[in-house]
């Protein structure tokens, strides 16, 4: 998997409530409606702000909070390609790999806002275009990669009718 | 090697032996859902090729977070959850029956040594009944529903060692919001929480609970404790089955291990925008308040009401608050009534509200206006929380709830308790 365009800087402990709002998540499994408000308590202009294959960037903590998978789907549909940060919050980080966003832990500190980002997962190397640097990424556990690579964890049960790690 | 709470109940249910950092498929004993995750876990359910429930006896769906519907929306989410819960013939507790997170236990089907899964992060409750419980996505749910197993990373564990005795006036909120402030919002990502020591060995199941609901907000997997004679007394009342706890051995190994002493804790503060963000309750006094929020499934509870009772018995909230009270069950509400701290409460000033989750979430019940302020007995303060990101909410315990709804302002407990 191969991803390239700009990023959107987050600082640590963005919670799920400000990826997507609870007042918003309880009324609709619509999930380009969601999308809309994406990140609006960080930056209430971000979701028109993304061109397709941008990158969310973050510090620590990424997805703490709610279990809400709605974070990660809206986030898909608001056409982010990846999320980058030094760390996540555990049931988001499951989320993302069951429902399919690639979540990339590295050191984030030598990358901000508006730079040009191309990651390649396979290769595991995040490339700073704008800064001509190269950041290593920090490899999944296999049973991640096995849920990613069948295309998140609906496909694995249909495949497999059930856990095949 | 000796093992952990968690790594005693990862192995009891996956059949081998494990230790922190191994990976399980493990068989869990209930599955829990809420109005906020379930409608995706149907969706998942059918992508994935599900028919049945593994059990129908062993799973649930509750309608608490937006209970009763408060928009078309909603409703129809509701509706979903409705057909599917009676199509697959497993039960729904509808508007009015209370919280997830106090449903589950009083339903008699998990305690000591149990492993449930919930599609609500602070599943975590549980661990105070000696339960491995955990938050999960709605796929992870739906995963579970139709296997009845999950994976798990066997996380590593973070003894908390608190002793001493809480003084007056501080309870078991005091004493989690200060854990972590100490150890902060991510200090304990991937990894287990066991608390022991005198100090938790004298508190209630309630206060056990709340200590337990918090463990996700140091990032927490789960928040567990030892079963002893309360845990399985406060349980009779809902079955009589029998559960095999789970204990940790005394050369088990940590992470990390944290010692307290209790006994010179204040009540204390989470401030906007973070729960970490933790003071004591000097720090913040007088800071004036438009609204209180006692419920929630972190303090929803006979205990916490019963606390707010009395400091308010025969007194009026101050004209300048609304004072939403939010019981966590129907049972509560029931108990409350007999006790007649319902009738005190709403001579007070009082608005209650459905059992359910109340304000907590934004969706319903007290959506703050811009520039309030809000002290809450609830888990989170994030901004927007509330359903509005232009009020700030303090955290507190039920008793500094109380006092401050009385005041209209920041009010420490301890001048009322005598």
Known sequence: ?165 | MGQTIIEKILSSHSGQQVHANEIVVAKVDFVMGQDGTSPLAIRAFEDMGGKEVFDREKVAFVIDHSAPSPIEGVSALHKLMREFTRSKGFKMYDIGEGVCHQLIPESGKVGPGSLVIGADSHTCTYGALNAFSTGVGSTDLAGGLISGHLWFKVPETIKFVLNGVLPKGVYAKDLILYLIGDITADGATYMSAEYTGEAVSALSIEGRFTMSNMAIEMGAKAGLMEADEKTFKWLSRYTDKVFTPASADPDAVYAQVRNYDVSKLEPQIAKPHRVDNVCPISEVLGTPIQQAVLGTCTNGRIEDLRIAAELLKGKRIHDDVRFIVAPASKTIYLDAMNEGIIQTLVEAGAAVVTPGCGPCVGTHNGVPSDGENVISTANRNFKGRMGNSNASIYLASPATVAASALLGKIADPRDFIR
Request: glycine residues 10%; charged residues 25%; contains cysteine.
């Open chain 1, 1 to 165: 998997m191969n991803f390239k365009g700009k990023v959107h800087k987050f600082g640590n402990d963005v919670n799920t409530d400000y990826i997507i709002s609870g007042k918003y998540k309880f009324k609709t499994l619509d999930m380009r409606e969601l999308a809309k408000h994406v990140m609006e308590d960080l930056d209430p202009d971000f979701y028109s702000k993304v061109v397709k294959g941008d990158f969310i960037v973050a510090g620590t903590n990424f997805g703490c909070g709610s279990s809400r998978e709605q974070a990660p789907l809206a986030i898909i549909n608001a056409d982010i390609s990846a999320v980058l940060a030094k760390s996540f919050a555990r049931i988001f980080y499951r989320n993302c790999i069951n429902t399919g966003l690639p979540v990339v832990e590295c050191n984030t500190d030598l990358i901000d806002s508006g730079d040009q980002l191309e990651v390649n997962l396979s290769d595991g190397i995040i490339k700073n275009i704008t800064k001509g640097i190269e950041i290593p990424i920090k490899p999944l556990p296999d049973v991640m990669i096995k849920i990613l690579n069948d295309g998140g964890l609906a496909p694995h049960f249909k495949k497999y009718g059930g856990f095949n790690l």
